[in-house]
C-alpha cells in the first residue's frame, strides 16, 4: 500500500486514502518553530484530536531522521516539539534533509507538496506564509505562494500571518491563480486579527458549499486553494494594539540582523514576549478551528 519508499505514511493514513476516507494534513513547523513547548505539543496533540472528532483521520507531517512522515506517531511528535534546532524545511530542503538524514519541520510549502504526494487533498494551519512588510526591498515572497499555484491541497487556515503585507500577499496569491475563499466572512482573515478589511474571491458558508467549490476547481485543473476562517472574536488581538507590538519585533528583529526563513520565527516569537501571550493563546485556538473545519469539509468531499 505505501507505494513511495522514500516516504513513510502511517497505515492508518494509507488505509483511509486507499478507500477514499477523509484525511487532513497538519503541519510540523508550526510545531517546531510557531509555538513554545509545550504549548507547541499540546496543540499538536489537540489538532490532531480535533480531526478525529469530526469523524476524519489526521496526518502531522515531518521528516524523520532523513524519511518524509505521512502521519507521525506520539513519540515522534513528543521529540519533534522538544527539538528547537530541528531545520524549518520549505519544499527546496526537502532533498537537504532526506539526503543528510536530518530530522526537519515542514512548513505550508512542504507539507502541502508531501500530503499531495501521499494523495491528501485537506491540509489545516494557523496562517499561510507570503509577501513580508518589506518585500519591496527584500523580495521576501514565502515559497507558500509558489507551491499553492502548483499543487491541487486546499489549505484551511485563518488567512495570512498578520506580520505580513495582506494587500501585496492577495496580489501574489491572484497572480499565481490561487481562489482565496472566506468561510463565513467577506473579508480576508488576518490570523491574530479577525479581519484585515481586504475582499475575498469568494465566501462560503457551510462545509458542503466549501466542498462543491474544492471539486469544481480540482475539475477544472486548479492547483492550491485558500480556505480562511476568522479567528474566534473573543481570543483575536485588537488592531492597533497589535501593529504596534509588531513595529516593536521588527525594530528588533533588524537591531539583531534577523532574515529570510529566520524571520517568521523571531517575529512570532517575540509577539509572544511583547503581547504576553495573547499572540500565543490566539494561534492555539485558531488551529483547533481550522484542523475541525479542514475534518468537516474533508468528510463532505469523501464521507
Ligand atoms: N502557521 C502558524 N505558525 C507558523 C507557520 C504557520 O500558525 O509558524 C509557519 C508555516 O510553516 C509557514 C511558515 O509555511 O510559517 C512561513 O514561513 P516563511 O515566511 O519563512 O515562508
Ligand atoms: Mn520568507
Same mark, same amino acid.
Given at each position: 500500500?505505501?507505494?513511495?519508499p522514500?516516504m513513510h505514511?502511517?497505515p492508518?493514513?494509507?488505509e483511509?486514502?486507499e478507500?477514499?476516507?477523509p484525511v487532513?494534513a497538519?503541519?510540523s513547523?508550526?510545531?517546531?518553530?510557531?509555538?513554545?513547548?509545550?504549548?507547541?505539543?499540546e496543540?499538536?496533540?489537540?489538532?490532531?484530536?480535533a480531526v478525529?472528532a469530526e469523524g476524519?483521520?489526521p496526518?502531522t507531517?515531518?521528516?524523520w531522521e532523513?524519511?518524509?512522515?505521512?502521519?507521525l506517531?506520539a513519540?515522534?511528535?513528543?521529540?519533534?516539539?522538544?527539538q528547537?534546532n530541528?531545520l524549518?524545511?520549505?519544499?527546496?530542503?526537502?532533498?537537504v534533509?532526506v539526503?543528510k538524514k536530518?530530522?526537519?519541520?515542514t512548513t505550508?510549502?512542504?507539507?502541502m507538496?508531501l500530503a499531495?504526494?501521499?494523495g491528501?487533498r485537506?491540509?489545516?494551519?494557523g496562517g499561510?506564509g507570503?509577501?513580508h512588510?518589506?518585500s519591496?526591498?527584500?523580495?521576501?515572497v514565502?515559497a507558500?505562494?509558489?507551491?499553492?499555484?502548483?499543487?491541487?491541497v486546499a489549505v484551511?487556515c485563518?488567512?495570512?500571518k498578520?506580520i505580513?503585507?495582506?494587500?501585496k500577499?492577495?496580489?501574489v496569491l491572484?497572480?499565481?491563480?490561487v481562489?482565496?475563499i472566506?468561510?463565513g466572512?467577506? !473579508?480576508?482573515? %488576518?490570523?491574530y486579527?479577525h479581519?484585515? @478589511?481586504e475582499?475575498? /474571491?469568494?465566501r462560503?458558508d +457551510?462545509?458542503?458549499?466549501?466542498?462543491?467549490l474544492l471539486?469544481?476547481?480540482?475539475?477544472?485543473?486548479?492547483?492550491?486553494?485558500?480556505?480562511?476562517q476568522p479567528?474566534?472574536?473573543?481570543?483575536?488581538?485588537?488592531?492597533?494594539s497589535?501593529?504596534?507590538?509588531?513595529?516593536t519585533? !521588527?525594530?528588533? %528583529?533588524?537591531?539583531?540582523?534577523v532574515? @529570510?526563513?529566520e524571520? /517568521?520565527?523571531?517575529l512570532? +516569537?517575540?509577539l509572544?514576549?511583547?503581547t504576553e501571550?495573547?499572540?500565543l493563546r490566539?494561534n492555539?485556538?485558531?488551529?483547533l478551528a481550522n484542523?475541525?473545519l479542514a475534518?468537516?469539509v474533508a468528510?463532505s468531499?469523501?464521507?
Amino acid at each position: 500500500m505505501n507505494r513511495s519508499p522514500f516516504m513513510h505514511v502511517r497505515p492508518e493514513v494509507a488505509e483511509a486514502v486507499e478507500r477514499q476516507r477523509p484525511v487532513v494534513a497538519l503541519e510540523s513547523t508550526l510545531i517546531v518553530h510557531g509555538l513554545p513547548w509545550p504549548l507547541n505539543l499540546e496543540t499538536a496533540l489537540a489538532a490532531e484530536a480535533a480531526v478525529r472528532a469530526e469523524g476524519a483521520v489526521p496526518a502531522t507531517i515531518a521528516i524523520w531522521e532523513g524519511k518524509p512522515v505521512i502521519g507521525l506517531d506520539a513519540e515522534q511528535l513528543h521529540a519533534l516539539a522538544q527539538q528547537k534546532n530541528a531545520l524549518k524545511a520549505s519544499r527546496r530542503d526537502l532533498a537537504v534533509a532526506v539526503s543528510k538524514k536530518l530530522s526537519a519541520a515542514t512548513t505550508v510549502a512542504a507539507t502541502m507538496y508531501l500530503a499531495n504526494l501521499a494523495g491528501i487533498r485537506l491540509f489545516a494551519t494557523g496562517g499561510i506564509g507570503g509577501a513580508h512588510r518589506d518585500s519591496t526591498h527584500s523580495w521576501d515572497v514565502s515559497a507558500d505562494v509558489s507551491e499553492l499555484a502548483r499543487t491541487p491541497v486546499a489549505v484551511v487556515c485563518s488567512g495570512a500571518k498578520s506580520i505580513l503585507d495582506i494587500p501585496k500577499t492577495l496580489q501574489v496569491l491572484e497572480t499565481a491563480s490561487v481562489p482565496v475563499i472566506g468561510y463565513g466572512t467577506d !473579508e480576508f482573515p %488576518a490570523f491574530y486579527i479577525h479581519s484585515s @478589511g481586504e475582499p475575498i /474571491t469568494a465566501r462560503v458558508d +457551510s462545509p458542503r458549499q466549501a466542498a462543491d467549490l474544492l471539486r469544481a476547481h480540482w475539475n477544472l485543473g486548479g492547483a492550491g486553494v485558500i480556505l480562511a476562517q476568522p479567528i474566534d472574536p473573543h481570543v483575536a488581538l485588537e488592531p492597533e494594539s497589535f501593529m504596534s507590538a509588531l513595529s516593536t519585533a !521588527e525594530e528588533e %528583529a533588524v537591531g539583531a540582523g534577523v532574515h @529570510g526563513k529566520e524571520l /517568521t520565527p523571531f517575529l512570532l +516569537s517575540k509577539l509572544a514576549e511583547i503581547t504576553e501571550g495573547q499572540t500565543l493563546r490566539a494561534n492555539h485556538t485558531l488551529v483547533l478551528a481550522n484542523a475541525r473545519l479542514a475534518a468537516q469539509v474533508a468528510r463532505s468531499l469523501w464521507g
